[in-house]
């Protein structure tokens, strides 16, 4: 997505507490703007910096009296004001392309929003500083690998040393840098001990394949009607009998878009179709319960003051722990693109089935009147193709492992890297829901069927019939996936 103007006047309070995925995306999208920090967190996050440096200044810290990782065990004297700027520099060593805008947008808005939790102990000047970048529409040029899951500390320290004045930015038309801030030795771990990236991409990739869960029911709706296929898995009974709420919802929702009653009649001489109808709740399902678990996940995790130490401002006290480890995150991450996969296959058998005389009386392929006529047929190999490099990116993260820092840290959740994937999961999905919209509504309009009049599913084919091109003659069809792509995220909402 390119880097935009905000695209409406609203705002969203960072306060520690209440952010969610969607306010993410919002801010990384500059759908909404940052408001001013709510300014009772702002005041915690005040006394956590003062607590923090009073017992650095007093007892052994780790990260601001004493070095970090194997040099935990080196002593550093308080009045090393150069120690944080160091730390800094050495730990901002990302290497790969530059991210996207929008992922480091979502990262400052995940790590003010964590600071604002208090329990960094971190000058709360830095966390104006990023609500301004964020609002102005300026990021820091952020690279892409620097985290195995246990802190994104290089993409963090990037920002910490374009922060105090030493690394680019980037910035929109009429968008402007914050004014440097003067870090000490009590302000770099404090910055960079976070997930703040991986939290942000995996509220970017949960809000896209959220959307795209959505468009896939009216798109398979269309295959469904285009077969005249049975709408008998979706009755209300049936999902009675086996409560799991996201094959529940999955069969309202179908039942909602196509006009049908709780317990619809089977339709004349078929008994069962194949498994890319049939089976639809009981696939789809737990990918939406899958989608729920991440949410819950994510919410917490956007809140939570995670940094290691913690600072408590009620104890006055820094405890050392573990809970940079990020392995809910992994896990859900995992969990959540292995249940949209099983969606997307399905995807591709309802696909087969569009080019298959047998269900929908037409030639194969969805071929016109010239003889071997090869019509959607390529869809086939290159929703196949889109297919496989998703089944790629869906492989279990959290099965990586690594011992790093002179083995004092010796495992790592590779959350990072889940994100990642899950974000390049949505781009193939959406190529393979577009493969069969387009031979969906191919069929509809071959079989001269249309959807009732004023149900939702007729919303639907009516946007697509407007942007997919109405000749059938054999020709390239690159053009008319790129068309459906760039029609599911209306068809979400109907």
């Known amino acids: 997505m390119l880097d935009t103007a905000p695209r409406s006047g609203r705002r969203i309070t960072l306060d520690g507490t209440a952010l969610r995925t969607a306010d993410v995306a919002a801010l990384a999208d500059r759908t909404a703007r ?12 005040a006394e956590s910096w003062d607590t923090a440096r009073r017992l650095a200044a007093t ?31 050495s730990h901002a060593g990302a290497i790969g392309d530059p991210l996207p805008g929008r992922e480091v947008r979502a990262m400052l808005a995940v790590r003010a929003n964590q600071l604002l939790a208090g329990g960094a102990g971190l000058n709360p000047a830095v966390i104006t500083a990023l609500i301004t970048a964020l609002d102005a529409g300026a990021h820091p040029v952020v690279n892409e690998h620097g985290a195995v899951g246990t802190g994104d500390l290089a993409a963090l320290a990037q920002t910490g040393l374009a922060l105090a004045g030493e690394h680019p930015w980037h910035a929109t038309p009429g968008g402007r840098a914050p004014a440097p ?9 404090a910055l960079i001990s976070s997930n703040a990236l991986t939290l942000g991409q995996s509220a970017l990739a949960l809000d896209a394949l959220r959307r795209l869960l959505a468009a896939s029911l009216p798109v398979a709706a269309l295959s469904l009607l285009a077969v005249g296929g049975s709408y ?11 409560p799991h709420p996201g094959s529940a919802a999955a069969a309202a929702r179908l039942r909602t878009l196509s006009g049908v009653p709780p317990r619809p009649s089977p339709p004349l ?4 179709d194949p498994y890319g109808f049939r089976c639809l709740p009981q696939i789809h399902g737990p990918a939406l319960d899958a989608a729920d678990t991440l949410e819950s996940v994510l919410t917490v995790e956007l809140n939570a003051a995670a940094e290691n130490p913690l600072i408590s401002i009620e104890d006055q006290a820094a405890y050392h722990h573990g809970n940079f ?18 969606t997307a296959r399905l995807s591709t058998a309802r696909l087969a089935a569009l080019s298959e005389p047998d269900l929908t009386r037409l030639r194969p392929f969805l071929g016109d009147a010239a003889p071997a006529s090869s019509g959607v047929m390529i869809l086939e190999y290159a929703a196949g193709a889109a297919l496989g490099e998703m089944r790629a ?10 011992v790093l820092s002179r083995g004092v840290e010796e495992q790592a959740s590779f959350a990072s890297l889940g994100a990642r994937q899950t974000l390049r999961a949505a781009t193939y999905y959406r190529q393979i829901l577009a493969c069969e919209l387009v031979a969906a509504v191919r069929a509809l309009r071959m079989r001269s069927l249309e ?19 109405p000749c059938m003659e054999d020709r390239p069809l690159t053009d008319d996936v790129a068309a459906a792509a760039g029609l599911l995220d209306e068809l979400a909402e109907v």
């Open 34 to 45: 940052p408001a001013p920090p709510d300014p009772k967190a702002l005041a915690r996050a």
């Open 269 to 272: 001489g078929r008994i069962q």
């Open 451 to 469: 959807p009732e009049p004023g149900l939702p599913l007729t919303t639907a084919y009516t946007r697509a019939t407007e942007a997919l091109d």
């Open 59 to 89: 007892g052994r810290v780790y990260g601001r009296s004493t070095g970090v990782g194997a040099n935990r065990t080196e002593d550093v004297e308080a009045a090393d004001a150069a120690h944080g700027l160091r730390l800094l520099r």
């Open 232 to 242: 008998e898995p979706f009755a209300e009974p049936v999902m009675r009998a086996r």
């Open 325 to 342: 480890y990020a392995a809910h995150v992994a896990l859900a991450l995992d969990t959540f693109r292995l249940a949209v996969l099983q």
């Open 393 to 402: 990116v869906s492989h279990p993260s959290s099965l990586g492992h690594a």
């Open 181 to 189: 801030v003067a870090l000490d030795n009590n302000d770099a771990l």
